[in-house]
């Protein structure tokens, strides 16, 4: 039901014009007030930042911060139920802009991460969702992995990240979405964004104190209990409506 009122509401903005004359001058190329921003598809803009990737409108009023682990099953779960929810009804219409950050509980949140991070930032989107939507899959190679395996690609080092990558099919993933195996061996093999990802993760942890995952900031503030899409949904609704002045009545 969630779901399907979202989809409503995205559908309700998205009808949304501007009047024929307003569209007209702000199309006219010798116009001061063109914009060559994207209008209404802020869901695709994608850029890097320091800890994370952001999506949406850089300068949306409201920004969340989202904490997820690529080895966590209920991120799996935000990322499906939840994510394309926020891309129709507050990405979209630039009203929210999300900045997906992750947290490195263990190697293989390592060896994922970097993959979800390799290449152009315009693509980061599909890749964190590829690997997400695709947990259950690798997850159960993972578990039915003997314990000497499992011990190999827990060590994070550059060798056992390769072979993690390669044996859980991570690296086939986004060679079979268009990119270079050596632009992912690098990406897995590189010492350097694998510190950084780990100190970052460790920053956040510093400043937020990020108990589990999913967990959200909204507006720089970690929000208590918060962790899946049924409970960050009626924040998020609470957030965006807007209220009403005492004595007046909302009927007609």
């Given at each position: ?7 409503a509401?995205?559908?309700?903005l998205?009808a ?10 702000l ?16 869901h695709?803009?994608?850029?890097k930042?320091e ?6 409108d ?20 935000f ?15 630039g ?5 997906v950050r992750?947290v490195?509980?263990?190697?293989l ?14 693509g980061?989107?599909d ?32 060798a056992s ?8 099919g ?8 268009g ?5 992912v061996?690098a990406?897995v ?19 937020f ?5 999913p ?23 609470a ?14």
């Amino acid at each position: 039901m969630i779901l399907r009122s979202l989809a409503a509401a995205g559908a309700a903005l998205l009808a949304l014009t501007v009047p024929g004359a307003a569209q007209q001058n702000l199309a006219d190329p010798g116009s001061d007030f063109v914009d060559d921003r994207p209008q209404g598809n802020w869901h695709a803009v994608i850029a890097k930042t320091e800890r994370g990737h952001l999506i949406g409108d850089p300068d949306a009023d409201t920004r969340l911060i989202e904490f997820v682990s690529y080895t966590c099953s209920h991120c799996a779960n935000f990322a499906i139920q939840g994510e394309p929810a926020l891309d129709l009804t507050l990405l979209m219409p630039g009203k929210m802009a999300v900045e997906v950050r992750p947290v490195i509980r263990n190697a293989l949140d390592l060896t994922v991460t970097l993959l979800a991070q390799c290449g152009d930032p315009a693509g980061f989107k599909d890749r964190h969702r590829a690997f997400m939507y695709g947990q259950k899959d690798w997850i159960a190679k993972v578990q039915s992995a003997p314990q000497s395996q499992q011990a190999v690609w827990a060590r994070g080092d550059k060798a056992s990240r390769m072979n993690a990558a390669n044996a859980l099919g991570l690296s086939d993933m986004l060679v079979k979405r268009g990119q270079p195996l050596s632009q992912v061996n690098a990406c897995v093999m590189d010492d350097a964004a694998a510190k950084a990802l780990v100190e970052n993760s460790a920053a956040d942890n510093a400043e937020f104190s990020v108990a589990g995952t999913p967990s959200f900031a909204l507006d720089g503030k970690l929000l208590e209990n918060v962790h899946s899409w049924d409970s960050l949904y009626p924040v998020l609704s609470a957030h965006f409506t807007p209220e009403t002045p005492e004595g007046l009545s909302t009927s007609g």
